[in-house]
């Protein structure tokens, strides 16, 4: 498959690009609230704490002890006011609840109308995704040309190297479609 060192490097490239990408869609596809509770969703949550802004999941311990319900365990209580403000500031939708000691957000089962509206995220962060993939597709097709115009592969090289970069795109736009199916799935449930 590698007629030098310079392909193995462009495809190495291209799948390290592929991958990166993947795994960003994942992690955005992890914050959207599907009606089950999941501490991710916490993710972005910033707080205001000893002057400066922290994610939350570096200040308290998140959990789920329910499938709608999560529980925010501060390791310092003086920052509940702090964290139920950010809680209620951010764009979540949740009304926190505590007890002085622990804070609890029930997740509650989303309408019809914000299930349909949150497949439509999840299809654009997909299309994202695929954009960025097909960029990285272009970058190395491009390098090969270079390669091709430098007399370092031959023509028929060039032709095996597109092909062979157009399969590897489509398996990882593949897993792509699979896990957005899956996330619509889950949000779509009842």
């Known amino acids: 498959m590698f007629t030098n060192q310079e392909d193995k490097t462009i495809y190495d490239n291209l799948t390290n690009h592929l991958q990166r990408n993947y795994d960003h869609m994942l992690s955005e596809l992890m914050t959207i609230r599907a009606g ?14 000893y002057g400066s802004l922290t994610p939350i999941n570096q200040i308290a311990n998140i959990t789920t002890p329910d499938p709608r319900t999560i529980a925010i365990n501060l390791w310092d209580t003086s920052l509940l006011r702090d964290v139920l403000k950010a809680i209620q500031a951010s764009d979540l939708g949740f009304n926190p609840s505590d007890d002085g000691k ?16 949150l497949v439509k995220t999840v ?48 398996s990882w736009t593949a897993k792509v479609d699979q896990a957005v199916s899956q996330k619509e799935k889950e949000i779509m449930e009842i």
Not at 36 to 49: G, H, Q, S, T
Not at 103 to 115: D, N
């Open 36 to 49: 089950r509770a999941n501490p991710r969703l916490l993710d972005k949550l910033m707080v205001e704490c």
């Open 123 to 170: 299809k654009k962060f997909a299309e994202d995704c695929k954009i960025n993939m097909r960029n990285g597709r272009r970058e190395a097709l491009d390098e090969f040309k270079e390669l091709k115009k430098k007399s370092i592969i031959t023509e028929d090289d060039l032709s095996k190297a597109e092909k062979e970069v157009q399969k590897i795109l489509d």
């Open 102 to 117: 622990v804070i609890r957000l029930f997740v509650p089962s989303p309408t019809q109308e914000r299930r349909v509206e």
